[in-house]
């Protein structure tokens, strides 16, 4: 089958090549892929951690051809959005039957798939602050993938959300997806805040930090800087007490928060905000437009056949 394989002399690591077809497991369906997105994080932290012809990739959406053997999962014909830590750069994906959702005929295949993993963890991670209605919620990096539905899933579920960006080009069109405030780093948050959503890491989880009232949380969720954060505990300890941060990690299987979000797709409650869209041979500049912050939310690429 083609795929995009893992190629370090390449263009951003990625080159078109043969790969051999997934064998599935009794508990898997055999997917035919038809569209795939980019996560900054498995474009970002891909040396050492992967071999030369390699096919990653975590999120892909296709149409089942073969149903799990176990009679678990959807049948042969039906649209689907996957989930998993490697595999969804190819032309067919072996997928564990928990871990996908049937997508209806009226969503495209390229929407659903910009859900998996930056979808599923903005609603994982929200769901974490606890109770948000009424209640201000910071998202920082809420330009990015991760962002983009958070913002809409917290103003969904009756937050106040500020949505902190690096710069006015980045907020654009961020009030119409629901924040209240749109500032240029959190460092400008003008009042408290109960919970963070942060994506940026770096300095700006301490600033972040720094704005949660007593009783409220941060969820560490990514490091778009690339940096290290360092917190003057003594500095916060003025600022009062009973405030946290947890380091998040998204829980796996997905199927079920895949299915809300698809229903939420379906009902035009939620935007997947394609930021960049092409051909899978154009892989290298979705990448480089990723990485590059120049892609306001997910960049989707659609999966060609000779």
Do not use: C
Not at 51 to 66: E, I, L, N, T
Not at 118 to 140: D, E, H, N, P, Y
Not at 268 to 288: K, M, S, Y
Request: hydrophobic share 45%.
């Amino acid at each position: 089958m083609r795929a995009l394989l893992y190629d370090p002399e390449a263009p951003q690591g990625l080159r078109i090549g043969e790969a051999p077809d997934p064998v599935p497991a009794e508990s898997q369906a055999l997917v035919e892929v038809h569209a795939v997105s980019f996560n900054f994080g498995e474009i970002a932290y891909r040396e050492g951690m992967l071999s030369p012809g390699q096919v990653s990739g975590w999120d892909a959406a296709g149409v089942v051809v073969r149903a799990a053997g176990d009679g678990s999962g959807p049948s042969v014909g039906t649209r689907v959005v996957t989930f998993g830590w490697t595999g969804a750069w190819a032309a067919l994906r072996a997928v564990g039957t928990g871990e996908l959702a049937v997508v209806p005929d009226a969503v495209d295949l390229g929407a659903a798939s910009a859900l998996p993993v930056a979808g599923v963890t903005a609603l994982q991670a929200l769901r974490r602050l606890g109770g948000v209605v009424g209640r201000r919620v910071l998202i920082t990096g809420a330009s990015g993938g991760v962002g983009r539905y958070a913002v809409q899933l917290a103003a969904l579920a009756g937050a106040r959300v500020v949505a902190s960006v690096g710069s006015q080009a980045r907020g654009e069109g961020l009030r119409e997806l629901g924040a209240e405030e749109v500032v240029i780093g959190p460092g400008n948050v003008t009042a408290p805040v109960f919970g963070v959503l942060d994506n940026v890491g770096g300095a700006q989880l301490a600033e972040a930090f720094s704005q949660v009232e007593p009783g409220g949380s941060v969820q560490a969720i990514g490091k778009a800087s690339l940096q290290p954060t360092v917190i003057d505990f003594e500095e916060e300890r003025r600022r009062g007490g009973r405030r946290r941060i947890e380091v998040f990690t998204v829980e796996s299987p997905f199927g079920a928060d895949l299915a809300y979000l698809v229903g939420l797709l379906d009902q035009g409650l939620l935007d997947p905000q394609i930021g960049w869209r092409g051909p899978w041979e154009r892989a290298a500049e979705a990448a480089e437009a990723l990485l590059g912050r120049r892609v306001r939310g997910k960049a989707v690429l659609d999966v060609t056949r000779p």
